[in-house]
């Protein structure tokens, strides 16, 4: 994984892909959250394998990719009319590949301001949030992550509470996309020791190039009243 | 298959599906060619699982479906974040779904009226062709066939020849598009115990809602130019 896609740490992918390399061993690369928002190479990080998600890189849902250096070892799980020299048929999704290209393009163009603007937003955010809620715990590696992930826990506040109050005005999640509806703790910050009145508050805000300084501060107030309006319950 | 590919035979999917509905087979119908062109009942006709294809039907490329009666047979082939309940994990093609919907919508609006108008273009081809072609065979059905299909053969003239003359001008296939650069025989018309000759001067021609009659005149002329060429060489 190139970069966490609950936390947003970006883990040393050329490093390992060194490693790798020295070794000999083929290096499959999940870059579906890094692609676009922090720089990757390829050709010279030691990858065999490159994944990645267009919707994460404003490209259109449905859409993805995976960068193969040399196809020796891939073996199809689809079979059909022989598309793709073999390895997925099927009709292509024309649409959707265009829009993959022509996303990978811009975000090669517009990276580097974009997600220096992003990074601001989600700073402002996290310290707009710590000025008003005294515990307020930033999960994730504070120096090494996505520009536009902010993974907080408010601790003994279950996130599920949170959401109930903001759920109507504001897209939020406890984690992975991929685990909505899922109650099951996460196993990411299982993995990192964090103990279980942290996980259970735990929410992630994903921040994007559209997002504006407005959204920030009513996210923020969002946040803060519901914080406040538990917190008198409790 | 509700209706063949390269020959475009419409098959007895009711009468199949009363058979397998009364010995409680499960029956899965791969209608990409049928759908939206001739009638075809999910519910009544004892079909277990419908196969549709996008692009058949004027939706975008790289969408399909399977419209399953019952899932407790099926096993995903495509694991992750469990979408689709499990069945096909992977963030869905939204706008590849939305167009496959919208699709569906006109072409049951659309379809009686569309058909009769492409079977009449059709015909007029045919006709052109026979008039100027002495030997021309039509392949397939003649009663009983998608109204857009029009599959020929010249006896003793390669369809590679016709096809190197008019591919500029004309977008025309010997067969199956999965097929493109293959050239072994089509098995659909070994299997229909059709002599060598006429297999190689197969040539499968697509007439849509959107064709019209100038270009149906221009095919045949085409086609025709082609042929006389061809036999002065001869």
């Known amino acids: 994984m190139a970069a966490n896609n609950e936390v947003g740490t ?8 060194a490693i790798a390399q020295k070794y000999n061993i083929p290096f499959l690369c999940d870059a579906s959250q890094a692609v676009g928002k922090t720089p990757l190479n390829f050709q010279d990080w030691g990858i065999t394998y490159l994944a990645i998600s267009g919707h994460k890189l404003y490209a259109p849902k449905g859409i993805g990719a995976l960068v193969v250096r040399k196809s020796k070892h891939l073996q199809p799980i689809i079979y059909g009319g022989g598309h793709q020299q073999g390895l997925r048929s099927g009709t292509l999704n024309v649409p959707g590949i265009v829009g993959l290209g022509e996303a990978c393009k811009l975000r090669q163009l ?3 301001t974009d997600e220096t603007a992003i990074a601001t937003l989600r ?3 996290q310290n707009l949030l710590q000025a008003a809620i005294s515990d307020l715990v930033v999960n994730g590696d504070l120096n090494n992550r996505l520009s536009g992930n902010l993974h907080i826990s408010i601790p003994d506040i279950p996130n599920s509470a949170i959401i109930a109050r903001i759920r109507n005005q504001l897209a939020i999640s406890t984690g992975a996309a991929c685990s909505s509806g899922v109650v099951a703790p996460s196993h990411v910050l ?3 020791n964090i103990s279980e009145n942290i996980i259970e508050g735990a929410l992630r805000i994903g921040i994007g190039k559209f997002t504006t300084k407005a959204e920030i501060e009513k996210t923020s107030s969002l ?3 519901a914080v406040n309006e538990i917190h008198q319950l409790l």
Request: aromatic fraction near 4%.
């Open 10 to 17: 970006i883990y040393p992918v050329q490093k390992i892909g």
């Open 110 to 112: 517009e990276m580097e």
């Open 123 to 125: 700073d402002q955010l």
């Open 190 to 192: 299982q993995a990192m």
């Open 223 to 225: 946040i803060i009243s």
